[in-house]
């Protein structure tokens, strides 16, 4: 068996965070790990000297390699560590290089031409939801036998795959470690597999990657993994640890956290509310849930937010006072037009401006067809449809109308601004009144907008369920309401001062959203948010309102939905979290999902819960008080194993394990014979 | 095509060749407009001596027509001066477009 870890980062490039690389600690992590092969695979670059470096200095084979960029993902390439094989990695890293300067990845079919014989090459995907996967369409793409494998995230993908009966890619786990000069020894990655190979040549490593009953995450050919670092093996899949209290439970969950990356860790308590005060413990999760639906009340008050800025700025006073400052002039011109002198008399003296029209949709029409035009070149459907349409004419008519009116309006422009250097001068050398300017298409537009916007908002008010999404039985119901009252018009726009005088104006929506600029509060919260209030309910299966153990149950579906971003979960005494002893059936089955995207861990007191949720593997841990002190094991095996045994071989009988879980022992036992027992106690 | 002239110090004009010259007085934005839109296309041979009398304070004795012509003609000089570039920036749009798509 020779153990390999074929994703290491020694290059920080602008993918990485910025970071040292450290030949030293690349040594200590091969030595440490004890690996027999490495792959120096850095983001699009490879650096020739560094590699001949690391070759010479580290006690393993080392061999070159690139991770590319490719559409859509990530890919390792990687060659024979002899000088043809670093060649081919140079040459494969300049010719990437120019390609990248124009696009941000190199398509497949380029890659395949820059590697002249694929053969020479052993290509590795990221696959199965590790950040940057190939999707197996992309995949197929490649010629039939260069792909044969591909990087999973976790070792529970691993396992999936591994057993996989349709999967034709052999899994594989590797750190993507970046070796940097603070890393701790603590931290150095446990991800790396076994293959069952004696010669460490790329042609035999390639062989074994075709057959996936050669690749292994420990060296005994069993499915378990090293979760500490310090030969505590476990499954990859559900491991439920039991044992009395302080037999060390929590400390080999907390071991097992700081030993993974990207570990989601529901701890034990986390979940349970204060149960003193109902109301509030309701408000607390109300905020909690509202919190997670923010982003979503965001985007639905998105365009309503735009709208609302846009009649924030009409001043509709502004439009009242120049209409009857116009009226005024008109009727007092009237009267004094035989008062006119020679410049009164002029048609210029009182001639209107142009009004400025607004953009036509001309300029859009015309954008819009050419990227039609350009679309149909590619799109067949578009093509099917629409190649009757004689496009070039009718963008020649588009553009030229455009033309047309832009010309229009910029002589129009040149009269405006004539009549703007002509009428001051004629009408100070005049004693007639003059008739002031009027908007009036500015007025009646404004007069329309504010009227919308009134309605918008008197229909918006009428309550209304505006969300309803599930998470295992339970559903979150968002509803929209008018705001009731002052005091929560106060609540949410988190005003000490008193906002009685603007609350008044709520049903004038218009004036009340003027009101609110004017005081400036809306800047604060976000206008939107002052006209509308949203209740958050969770329901359970039956559309009632959750009750205190229910919504601990909520807490742990939304924590596990959470979890499938993470590489492992840890949960830690979960029945804390219940009024019910056992675990519900729903939760279990979420649980016993997730274990097939990632590996989980769960801490019990109560080996009921532990075995109502099936584990794949399980742990006891027993404490052994003494006279110089305290002893503890950790035992673990099969769940229907006779016997559980630990590191140093000493053995416990499965059945033994089970009642000493149980804190009343065996009586309790008896009392409750439930048929998974009668499992373990037929096997001791 | 005269289009503003003076005479008998005052100043007239028409809106086209085959309309009588009204008095100054009685011009309105329509009629500039109509106006600058000759100008602006006119022929390359052409100077703008062809379509306005150049302004001149000593050959106009009514005062408004003074303030309008003064203003009107040096409107009409800049538009002159301007409108090859203006012509120029609005053939510029879709340029690409029309030499990409429109068949010659």
Same mark, same amino acid.
Request: with cysteine; net charge negative.
């Given at each position: 068996?020779?153990?390999?870890?074929?994703?290491?980062?020694?290059?920080?490039?602008?993918?990485?965070?910025?970071?040292?690389?450290?030949?030293?600690?690349?040594?200590?992590?091969?030595?440490?790990?004890?690996?027999?092969?490495?792959?120096?695979?850095?983001?699009?670059?490879?650096?020739?000297?560094?590699?001949?470096?690391?070759?010479?200095?580290?006690?393993?084979?080392?061999?070159?390699?690139?991770?590319?960029?490719?559409?859509?993902?990530?890919?390792? #390439?990687?060659?024979?560590?002899?000088?043809?094989?670093?060649?081919?990695?140079?040459?494969?890293?300049?010719?990437?290089?120019?390609?990248?300067?124009?696009?941000?990845?190199?398509?497949?079919?380029?890659?395949?031409?820059?590697?002249?014989?694929?053969?020479?090459?052993?290509?590795?995907?990221?696959?199965e939801g590790?950040?940057?996967?190939?999707? +197996?369409?992309?995949?197929?793409?490649?010629?039939?036998?260069?792909?044969?494998?591909?990087?999973?995230p976790n070792?529970s993908k691993?396992?999936l795959?591994?057993?996989?009966?349709?999967?034709?890619?052999?899994?594989?786990?590797?750190?993507?470690?970046?070796?940097?000069?603070?890393?701790?020894?603590?931290?150095?990655?446990?991800?790396?597999?076994?293959?069952?190979?004696?010669?460490?040549?790329?042609?035999?490593?390639?062989?074994?990657?075709?057959?996936?009953?050669?690749?292994?995450?420990?060296?005994?050919?069993?499915?378990?993994?090293?979760?500490?670092?310090?030969?505590?093996?476990?499954?990859?899949?559900?491991?439920?640890?039991? !044992?009395?209290?302080?037999?060390?439970?929590?400390?080999?969950?907390?071991?097992?956290?700081?030993?993974?990356? $990207?570990?989601?860790?529901?701890?034990?308590?986390?979940?349970?509310?204060?149960?003193?005060?109902?109301?509030?413990?309701?408000?607390?999760?109300?905020?909690?849930?509202?919190?997670?639906?923010?982003?979503?009340?965001? $985007?639905? +008050?998105?365009?309503?937010?735009?709208?609302?800025?846009?009649?924030?700025?009409?001043?509709?006073?502004?439009?009242?006072?120049?209409?009857?400052?116009?009226?005024?002039?008109?009727?007092?011109?009237?009267?004094?037009?035989?008062?006119?002198?020679?410049?009164?008399?002029?048609?210029?003296?009182?001639?209107?401006?142009?009004?400025? +029209?607004?953009?036509?949709?001309?300029?859009?029409?015309?954008?819009?067809?050419?990227?039609?035009?350009?679309?149909?070149?590619?799109?067949?459907?578009?093509?099917?449809?629409?190649?009757?349409?004689?496009?070039?004419?009718?963008?020649?008519?588009?553009?030229?109308?455009?033309?047309?009116?832009?010309? $229009?309006?910029?002589?129009?422009?040149?009269?405006?601004?004539?009549?703007?250097?002509?009428?001051?001068?004629?009408?100070?050398?005049?004693?007639?009144?003059?008739?002031? $300017?009027?908007?009036?298409?500015?007025?009646?537009?404004?007069?329309?907008?504010?009227?919308?916007?009134?309605?918008?908002?008197?229909?918006?008010?009428?309550?209304?369920?505006?969300?309803?999404?599930?998470?295992?039985?339970?559903?979150?119901?968002?509803?929209?309401?008018?705001?009731?009252?002052?005091?929560?018009?106060?609540?949410?726009?988190?005003?000490?001062?008193?906002?009685?005088?603007?609350?008044?104006?709520?049903?004038?929506?218009?004036?009340?959203?003027?009101?609110?600029?004017?005081?400036?509060?809306?800047?604060?919260?976000?206008?939107?948010?002052?006209?509308?209030?949203?209740?958050?309910?969770?329901?359970?299966?039956?559309?009632?309102?959750?009750?205190?153990?229910?919504?601990?149950?909520?807490?742990?579906?939304?924590?596990?939905?959470?979890a499938y971003?993470y590489?492992?979960l840890?949960?830690?005494?979960?029945?804390?979290?219940?009024?019910?002893?056992?675990?519900?059936?729903?939760?279990?089955?979420?649980?016993?999902e997730m274990s097939e995207h990632l590996p989980v861990?769960? #801490?019990?007191?109560?080996?009921?819960?532990?075995?109502?949720?099936?584990?794949?593997?399980?742990?006891?841990?027993?404490?052994?008080?003494?006279?110089? !002190?305290?002893?503890?094991?950790?035992?673990? !095996?099969?769940?229907?194993?006779?016997?559980?045994?630990?590191?140093?071989?000493?053995?416990?009988?499965?059945?033994?394990?089970?009642?000493?879980?149980?804190?009343?022992?065996?009586?309790?036992?008896?009392?409750?014979?439930?048929?998974?027992?009668?499992?373990?106690?037929?096997?001791? | 095509?005269?289009?503003?002239?003076?005479?008998?110090?005052?100043?007239?004009?028409?809106?086209?060749?085959?309309?009588?010259?009204?008095?100054?007085?009685?011009?309105?934005?329509?009629?500039?407009?109509?106006?600058?839109?000759?100008?602006?296309?006119?022929?390359?041979?052409?100077?703008?001596?062809?379509?306005?009398?150049?302004?001149?304070?000593?050959?106009?004795?009514?005062?408004?027509?003074?303030?309008?012509?003064?203003? +009107?003609?040096?409107?009409?000089?800049?538009?002159?001066?301007?409108?090859?570039?203006?012509?120029?920036?609005?053939?510029?749009?879709?340029?690409?477009?029309?030499?990409?798509?429109?068949?010659?």
């Open positions: 068996m020779k153990k390999i870890d074929f994703h290491i980062h020694t290059i920080s490039t602008d993918k990485d965070e910025s970071f040292e690389f450290s030949i030293e600690n690349l040594e200590k992590y091969v030595s440490l790990r004890r690996i027999d092969a490495i792959a120096v695979t850095n983001h699009n670059v490879f650096d020739i000297i560094q590699f001949n470096e690391i070759q010479d200095k580290i006690n393993a084979k080392v061999f070159p390699g690139i991770e590319i960029d490719v559409e859509k993902g990530h890919i390792l #390439v990687i060659c024979s560590h002899d000088k043809f094989g670093i060649e081919r990695i140079r040459l494969l890293s300049e010719n990437i290089k120019d390609k990248l300067l124009d696009t941000k990845y190199i398509s497949l079919e380029i890659l395949i031409k820059l590697c002249s014989n694929p053969l020479e090459y052993l290509f590795i995907p990221h696959i590790k950040p940057k996967s190939l999707s +197996l369409e992309v995949i197929r793409e490649f010629p039939e036998g260069y792909i044969y494998c591909g990087e999973v070792q691993f396992n795959l591994k057993r996989g009966k349709n999967i034709a890619l052999t899994p594989v786990l590797f750190s993507d470690s970046r070796i940097c000069n603070h890393m701790l020894i603590e931290h150095f990655s446990l991800r790396q597999i076994y293959l069952n190979i004696e010669a460490l040549e790329l042609d035999t490593i390639k062989a074994a990657l075709k057959d996936r009953s050669k690749v292994y995450l420990d060296i005994e050919g069993t499915d378990l993994f090293d979760a500490t670092g310090e030969g505590d093996f476990i499954y990859p899949g559900i491991n439920v640890i039991t !044992g009395k209290r302080s037999t060390g439970k929590t400390v080999f969950l907390k071991k097992i956290n700081s030993a993974n990356e $990207n570990v989601k860790y529901i701890r034990q308590f986390e979940l349970v509310q204060n149960q003193d005060d109902e109301d509030k413990s309701i408000e607390e999760f109300q905020k909690e849930v509202k919190l997670d639906e923010q982003k979503f009340i965001e $985007n639905h +008050l998105n365009q309503f937010k735009d709208m609302a800025s846009t009649v924030a700025l009409i001043d509709l006073q502004i439009n009242h006072n120049s209409l009857d400052k116009y009226i005024d002039s008109l009727l007092k011109f009237a009267n004094d037009t035989k008062k006119k002198n020679s410049y009164a008399k002029t048609k210029l003296f009182n001639e209107e401006k142009f009004v400025k +029209l607004p953009d036509s949709s001309l300029k859009s029409s015309i954008e819009a067809i050419i990227t039609l035009i350009e679309n149909m070149k590619k799109d067949v459907t578009l093509k099917k449809y629409l190649s009757e349409v004689n496009f070039d004419e009718l963008l020649k008519e588009l553009v030229s109308n455009f033309r047309k009116e832009k010309y $229009n309006n910029k002589i129009r422009e040149y009269v405006n601004e004539t009549l703007d250097s002509v009428q001051p001068v004629l009408q100070s050398k005049s004693d007639s009144p003059t008739i002031s $300017n009027y908007d009036q298409l500015l007025h009646m537009k404004n007069l329309l907008t504010v009227h919308t916007f009134n309605k918008l908002v008197k229909s918006m008010k009428e309550s209304k369920i505006i969300s309803l999404t599930n998470i295992g039985n339970f559903s979150i119901r968002v509803t929209r309401n008018a705001i009731d009252s002052a005091a929560t018009l106060k609540k949410k726009i988190k005003k000490p001062s008193k906002v009685t005088h603007i609350f008044e104006l709520y049903d004038k929506p218009y004036d009340y959203l003027i009101k609110m600029s004017n005081e400036g509060l809306a800047n604060d919260v976000g206008i939107e948010k002052a006209f509308f209030d949203f209740q958050y309910d969770v329901l359970n299966k039956y559309g009632n309102p959750v009750s205190g153990g229910e919504r601990s149950e909520f807490r742990l579906m939304r924590a596990l939905k959470d971003s590489q492992m840890l949960i830690d005494e979960p029945e804390s979290s219940f009024d019910n002893m056992f675990l519900r059936e729903e939760i279990n089955k979420t649980i016993k861990v769960i #801490v019990t007191h109560n080996h009921t819960v532990g075995l109502s949720i099936k584990p794949d593997y399980i742990f006891h841990l027993i404490r052994e008080d003494k006279p110089d !002190g305290s002893e503890y094991y950790i035992f673990s !095996g099969c769940p229907d194993a006779a016997n559980l045994s630990d590191k140093k071989g000493k053995i416990i009988k499965n059945y033994t394990a089970l009642m000493n879980s149980f804190e009343s022992g065996e009586k309790a036992y008896e009392e409750r014979k439930v048929d998974i027992y009668d499992v373990v106690k037929n096997r001791g | 095509m005269m289009l503003l002239k003076i005479e008998d110090n005052k100043v007239f004009f028409r809106t086209d060749k085959d309309k009588e010259f009204v008095n100054l007085d009685e011009i309105g934005k329509d009629d500039i407009l109509s106006i600058f839109k000759k100008i602006f296309l006119a022929k390359e041979d052409e100077e703008l001596k062809d379509f306005a009398d150049e302004f001149n304070k000593d050959l106009i004795s009514n005062d408004a027509h003074k303030i309008i012509y003064d203003r +009107l003609y040096n409107k009409i000089k800049e538009l002159w001066e301007n409108r090859t570039t203006i012509i120029g920036e609005i053939k510029n749009e879709f340029k690409e477009a029309e030499e990409k798509y429109f068949t010659k």
